[in-house]
């Protein structure tokens, strides 16, 4: 049997984005964790949509994560405080496919203003079409890695 892929995606409102990705990947198959308006349907503080969605990501209760809010730079900041997230706040499908193949990023950050559901698609794509990390930045990730060892 063929284990489904779990995706926390977290939101502080409803925007269009949002709730595009909300069916874009459930009707996909993917195994969807629901946080802050998405599961609410009312506004919700973005601290906590980012630290919630950053904690299962770490945990490893998801596969990977999607924040978003305003401009994504909050829920961004939130989830980074985590131990073990390397969230990216991107705006297009080509910084999406170069966060996950250079920086091992495993939260995706949107801005719900900027993001068009187009756009939220052609990201989602990009992002889910990466999957393995340029060898070349092992060393790199390795190293932000022992960054996060040594936070108190």
């Given at each position: 049997?063929?284990?489904?892929?779990?995706?926390?995606?977290?939101?502080?409102?409803?925007?269009p984005a949002?709730?595009?990705?909300?069916?874009?990947?459930?009707?996909?198959?993917?195994?969807?964790?629901?946080?802050?308006?998405?599961?609410?349907?009312?506004?919700?503080?973005?601290?906590?949509?980012?630290?919630?969605?950053?904690?299962?990501?770490?945990?490893?209760?998801?596969?990977?994560?999607?924040?978003?809010?305003?401009?994504?730079?909050?829920?961004?900041?939130?989830?980074?405080?985590?131990?073990?997230?390397?969230?990216?706040?991107?705006?297009?499908?080509?910084?999406?496919?170069?966060?996950?193949?250079?920086?091992?990023?495993?939260?995706?950050?949107?801005?719900?203003?900027?993001?068009?559901?187009?756009?939220?698609?052609?990201?989602?794509?990009?992002?889910?079409e990466t999957?393995?990390?340029?060898?070349?930045?092992?060393?790199?990730?390795?190293?932000?890695?022992?960054?996060?060892?040594?936070?108190?």
């Amino acid at each position: 049997m063929v284990k489904k892929m779990r995706v926390a995606i977290g939101s502080d409102d409803l925007y269009p984005a949002a709730l595009f990705l909300k069916d874009y990947l459930s009707k996909k198959g993917f195994e969807l964790v629901l946080i802050g308006s998405m599961k609410t349907g009312k506004p919700e503080p973005w601290p906590r949509v980012g630290r919630e969605v950053g904690e299962l990501v770490a945990n490893k209760s998801v596969d990977f994560g999607i924040v978003i809010c305003y401009t994504g730079t909050g829920v961004s900041i939130a989830a980074n405080k985590v131990k073990g997230v390397r969230a990216a706040l991107v705006f297009d499908a080509q910084t999406a496919r170069g966060a996950r193949l250079w920086n091992d990023a495993n939260v995706l950050a949107l801005s719900g203003r900027l993001t068009s559901p187009e756009i939220a698609k052609e990201i989602i794509e990009a992002w889910l079409e990466t999957k393995d990390i340029d060898p070349s930045e092992r060393d790199n990730i390795e190293e932000l890695k022992r960054y996060d060892e040594s936070r108190c």
